[in-house]
Each structure stands twice: as C-alpha cells, then as structure tokens.
C-alpha cells in the first residue's frame, strides 16, 4: 500500500502562512490527491484536492480563497499553501489519495493516508 507523508505543519500567528507538503512512498496512479484535516474534538473534515483527471482543484467553502492546492509532477508532491491563517484553521493535517473518484470530498473515498502534520494558528 501506498505510504503517504506529509510535512510543514507548525506554529504561526494569525494572519500567518505555511505551505504544507505531500510525498507518497511511490509513484501511483490516483484519481485525485486531498486534504482533510481535523480539529480536537472535531470529525474529520475536507478541505482540498486537486483532480489528476483534468488538473483542476476545489475547495471547502471555508477555505475558498486562503489555500490553494497544487502538485508538482517532476517531485510527485502535492502541497497545500495556506494564507490568511486563523484560529480555526488549527488542526491536524492529512495527506489522503483516492484511486478511483476524481471530485470526491468524502473521506470514505480515499484509500491511502498521512499521518497527519499539526497546524496550529496562534495570536
């Protein structure tokens, strides 16, 4: 199976930014590359993925216009920016793949996993 790792996650402040990163352990097909995070106390929520399909992304609307999805081939990583951070933004992040849906936000449609890289946004 196909190991996800993530990496980037930290401490910022509001208003602050990271960039978080996605390796699999091998190259693979996969319909689409995600991330979900989750918050302490909180289910586990969609936030991105890009669409190997056609090369476009989408978005939770909670997170529209703050991060951008994105992936680099010739690395096979898949990044997160996130701009404009703020508290509620804090939370577990994880890489996830789906091999088969393409435009999926449910996490039941993604086979592999990270373990996941803290965010946390302070003030």
């Known amino acids: 199976q196909v190991r996800l790792v993530e990496s980037g996650g930290g401490l910022v402040q509001i208003g602050g930014s990271l960039r978080l990163s996605c390796a699999p352990s091998?190259?693979?097909?996969?319909?689409?590359m995600g991330w979900f995070r989750q918050a302490s106390g909180k289910e586990r929520e969609f936030v991105a993925a890009w669409r190997a399909t056609d090369l476009t992304s989408f978005y939770a609307n909670s997170v529209k216009g703050r991060l951008s999805i994105s992936r680099d081939n010739a690395q096979n990583t898949v990044y997160l920016q996130m701009n404009s951070l703020k508290p509620e933004d804090t939370a577990v992040y994880f890489c996830?793949?789906?091999?088969?849906?393409?435009?999926?936000?449910?996490?039941?449609?993604?086979?592999?996993w990270g373990q996941g890289t803290q965010v946390t946004v302070s003030s």
């Open positions: 091998e190259r693979t097909f996969a319909a689409a």
């Open positions: 996830a793949s789906s091999t088969y849906f393409s435009s999926s936000t449910r996490e039941e449609n993604y086979d592999n």
